[in-house]
């Protein structure tokens, strides 16, 4: 994401008025099955983008507020946070409304709800002798990156506060053969197991034999027009 692209911070909480404008892209999409291709018109064509693609802003933790004071608010914001990185939920923290907390009522809580996330590479594996796992190469490596969304409720908005700064790459080769896949194949997947299809059936789709004509196709439809 280019920095020109970005809002400029110069308050604590400043608005964002289109999540887009902040959040990474989809690393992911759907590609137009080309002309002359053989594969099944629900054979899995959806191409990943490798490469830095993640924001740099100007400051570390990055804060801002976004639209809306609801709930649903901040789940479509953390939706659209989790189309790059499956964040891992930490922390969920729900108070109940101030007319229907009365008891400590000079001390309520200053937020309506909080959820926190986490990097999927926090902290570092844990190691079983004599056990399979020692093979397993893990996706943890201490990474400290985070993002918490919350209703504060002296101003009725929904802030953030992200420390977007990874120790490593989440959108490389490396990282995306030991994460967790992306959600659209997630959905993918479950629209065809939904469909009735057993495994050996999915696994055939997901091998498309034209891929290399998929992505060729996609590299070229993908280009800006000047």
């Known amino acids: 994401m280019e920095s020109n692209h ?6 604590n909480y400043p608005l964002v008025s289109n999540i887009l404008d902040v959040v990474p892209p989809s690393s992911t999409h759907e590609v137009p099955v080309p002309a ?3 594969s099944a018109p629900n054979a899995l064509c959806l191409v990943c983008h490798l490469g830095p693609i993640h924001p740099n802003f100007p400051h570390h933790p990055v ?22 990185i499956r964040w891992n939920l930490n922390r969920a923290t729900h108070h109940p409304p101030p007319d229907t907390d009365a008891s400590n009522s000079n001390r ?4 309506q709800f909080k ?13 079983t002798p004599n056990t399979r796992k020692k ?7 201490g990474c400290n990156a985070r993002f ?17 700064k990874h120790n490593h790459n989440p959108n490389s080769h490396a990282e995306m053969l030991i994460t967790r896949a992306p959600i659209v194949v997630d959905d993918w997947l479950k629209a065809r197991v939904d469909s009735g299809l057993l495994w050996p059936k999915i696994n055939a789709l997901i091998r498309t034999p034209d891929i290399g004509r998929v992505c060729n196709f996609f590299f070229l439809f993908s280009q800006p027009a000047y």
Not at 63 to 84: E, N, R, Y
Not at 115 to 127: A, D, I, K, M, N
């Open 6 to 11: 970005l809002p400029v911070f110069t308050t």
């Open 36 to 38: 002359g291709v053989t």
């Open 63 to 84: 804060q801002f507020t976004i639209p809306g004071s609801k709930l649903s608010d901040a789940q479509a914001f953390v939706h659209a946070m989790c189309a790059t």
């Open 108 to 111: 309520r809580p200053t937020n």
């Open 115 to 127: 959820l926190e996330y986490t990097c999927p590479s926090r902290g570092f594996p844990t190691l």
């Open 135 to 141: 093979e397993h190469t893990s996706a943890r490596c």
């Open 148 to 164: 918490s969304i919350f209703l504060h409720r002296p101003s009725a908005s929904i802030r953030v506060e992200w420390h977007w």
